[in-house]
């Protein structure tokens, strides 16, 4: 429910853990960050009564060079103006996401270019890593937003999300173990 509504409001917010935000995006090598942008949207959007927001139109924007760039850009003002409302002590940096989104862009687009597997392996986990501290910021702003709204609310991973990363972390201990064998074939 958002803050001006009556209790009869079915969306009940719930803290994402910040850690599991930041580990799903690095085992996916930076692919849930696009789910987290849509998943985030949609609950702001919810929490906003805003029927013009499309979440999953928003994450697919993401994706894209440069145009992804404003996406994160509009995500993160938007966070800010809601924390802003609520007085909240934290605040998100909505060029900084614009930036942090543009350089992981440019490290994702060049280990496409020629280069040793161990280069291109690393460009993409640098990438990676961008992403995930950008969906991990948003998501710590997100709680704080939560927090100041409504108090306490339920902070827990869900089980899918667990499983998730279970098996992200499979998948991405294979690709630094193929790398270390020189088993990593090239695109």
């Known amino acids: 429910m958002n803050a001006s509504s009556t209790p009869e409001t079915v ?9 599991l935000v930041v580990a799903l995006s690095l085992v996916s090598f930076g692919l849930y960050t696009t789910l987290w942008i849509g998943l985030s949207w949609a ?8 029927p013009r927001m499309h979440p999953w139109w928003h994450a697919l924007g993401f994706t894209l060079p440069v145009y992804g ?6 995500h993160f003002r938007l966070l800010n ?3 802003e ?15 942090v989104n543009a350089l992981a862009d440019v490290l994702a687009l060049s280990s496409y270019a020629p280069a ?9 986990l640098s990438a990676a890593i961008l992403l995930a501290g950008l969906a991990g910021e948003g998501q710590a702003g997100l709680n704080a937003y939560w927090r100041a709204a409504y108090g306490a609310v339920p902070r827990r991973p869900y089980p899918l999300e667990i499983a998730a990363l279970l098996l992200g972390a499979i998948v991405f201990g294979s690709a630094f173990a193929g790398l270390l064998s020189g088993g990593i074939a090239s695109p």
Request: zero cysteines; hydrophobic letters at 50%.
């Open 69 to 74: 760039w404003f996406r994160a850009l509009i």
């Open 43 to 50: 609950e702001l959007k919810r929490e906003r009564g805003d």
């Open 81 to 83: 103006e809601m924390l």
């Open 11 to 19: 969306f009940a917010p719930r803290e994402r853990p910040v850690w």
């Open 85 to 99: 409302r609520v007085h909240s002590p934290r605040l998100v940096v909505p060029w900084a996401a614009f930036a």
């Open 116 to 124: 040793s597997e161990p280069v291109r392996f690393i460009r993409s």
